[in-house]
Every structure is written in structure tokens, then in C-alpha cells.
């Protein structure tokens, strides 16, 4: 019997495509978005087929409002949200502040923030109980960055980041009595398409256990806030970063 269905923004690499995969066998129904990669996300709805589960890809610019309320009302068509998770994130090239360009700014803030936001907000109209919902849970990937602020590096998308943080913090409160849980998972360094072979490096000489995460260890903490394990968690925060 499925779970209803979970909806991974960003699930066509990385931490999304470990979650969109980990939910399926959990249950879900996934419903994964790609921007520009539609190969890749055609291989992980094989991947999840193959194992008996259901997925579905569909495209959406999480920077463009029109394209978001057209990705919830093509998921909707797969039966009701149950789980919205966000994981479009970009970092834009490494540089100290003074450095960065202007589109850099906006491109960072228009897909890791106000994306987060639209996808929340369409969210809360299909899953909050006062609007005909049955409820559910938004869990946002955010980042240890957010607490570092990536000095020399990427201070925007560690403020894009924190952002992210205020922005669950907020909206656990505003919707808890509407059937809505709101959570989010920090990862430290990962092994993902993001970080260079040196970059993972230097991040794994910074975390006390000395080495990145795996994406699907990051997406064990999403599938388990996503549960009914963690029903009495909202507002959270949940580092998954070795004791970075």
C-alpha cells in the first residue's frame, strides 16, 4: 500500500536521488524533478523500477513560479503529497564576497531560497488540513554552511542556506496545527557532484570522523523525519555531518 506520494526536488543526483530511491522501497509513490538533466533522472526512475517501486521525472525550474505550481499539479495526478522534500541546491563558482558576481547572487538565492519557498508554499495548500488535506511533511536539505558561513568560499550559499533554516523554523510553527511537520536535515561534506576530489578532501580533514558522508546517509535522515517515527519532531534541525 503506498504512502502516498513523496515529491524530491532535486532527485536526479546526489542526496535527492538517494532519497527518491530509499522512498520508493519505503513505499512511496516518488515523484523526482530534474532542471537539465533528464538522463540522469530517467536512470534513477529505472533503478526504482527495477526494484518493483514507482517513480516518475518531471521538469521543473524551481526558479520560475509558473513551473512550480505546474510540477505540484502534475504530482498531484500521481495521488495525494505526502512528503515534499527540497534538495535543488547550487553553490555557483568559489570565490571571497568582494569577488562573486551579480548573477551568481540572484541564481543562488532564486533556486536554494525562494525555489525552497514556492515548493513549500504549494505544499502547505495540498497537504494542510485547512485546506482539505490530510497532512504531511517538508523536510529541506540545508547545510552545515549555514553555521560556518563558508568564509573565502561560498558566504552566499551558506547565507542562502541559513535562510533555508529560518525559513522551516518559521513555517514549523505556522502550519503545526494543520497536519504539517517541517524539518530540516544540515549535511556536512558529501560525496556528491558538487565537491571536487580536493574539496573532499579538505571537508573530510574538517569533520571529526574524518571522512564525507555518502548521499544515502543523508537521505536516511529524510526518509526517517518523513515517518511516522518522527511525529512529535517539527522545527527541527538535524546535522548529519560526522561532527563537522
Request: proline content about 3%; some cysteine.
Amino acid at each position: 500500500m503506498s504512502k502516498g506520494v513523496m515529491l524530491v526536488i532535486g532527485g536526479n543526483r546526489g542526496i535527492g536521488a538517494a532519497t527518491a530511491r530509499k522512498a520508493a522501497r519505503r513505499g512511496y509513490t516518488v515523484a523526482l524533478t530534474y532542471a537539465s538533466s533528464p538522463d540522469e533522472a530517467a536512470a534513477v526512475v529505472r533503478e526504482i523500477d527495477a526494484e518493483g517501486g514507482s517513480a516518475t521525472a518531471l521538469p521543473c525550474n524551481v526558479a520560475d513560479e509558473s513551473d512550480v505550481v505546474a510540477l505540484f499539479e502534475k504530482a498531484a495526478e500521481l495521488g495525494p503529497l505526502s512528503a515534499m522534500v527540497y534538495s535543488s541546491g547550487i553553490t555557483g563558482p568559489a570565490s571571497p564576497l568582494a569577488q562573486v558576481s551579480g548573477e551568481t547572487l540572484r541564481d543562488v538565492v532564486a533556486i536554494n531560497l525562494t525555489g525552497a519557498m514556492l515548493c513549500a508554499r504549494e505544499s502547505v495548500k495540498r497537504m494542510s488540513t485547512r485546506h482539505g488535506g490530510k497532512g504531511g511533511s517538508i523536510i529541506f536539505i540545508s547545510s552545515r554552511a549555514s553555521d560556518r558561513g563558508s568564509s573565502g568560499e561560498y558566504v552566499w550559499y551558506a547565507a542562502s542556506k541559513g535562510g533555508v533554516n529560518s525559513l522551516s523554523i518559521g513555517l514549523s510553527r505556522e502550519v503545526a496545527q494543520e497536519g504539517i511537520r517541517v524539518n530540516c536535515v544540515s549535511p556536512g561534506p558529501v560525496d556528491t557532484g558538487m565537491l571536487s576530489a580536493e574539496r573532499q578532501a579538505k571537508g573530510a580533514a574538517a569533520v571529526a570522523m574524518g571522512r564525507v558522508a555518502e548521499p544515502s546517509e543523508i537521505a536516511d535522515a529524510v526518509i526517517y523525519l518523513a515517518s511516522d517515527e518522527a511525529s512529535y519532531v517539527t522545527g527541527a534541525n538535524l546535522a548529519v555531518a560526522g561532527g563537522a
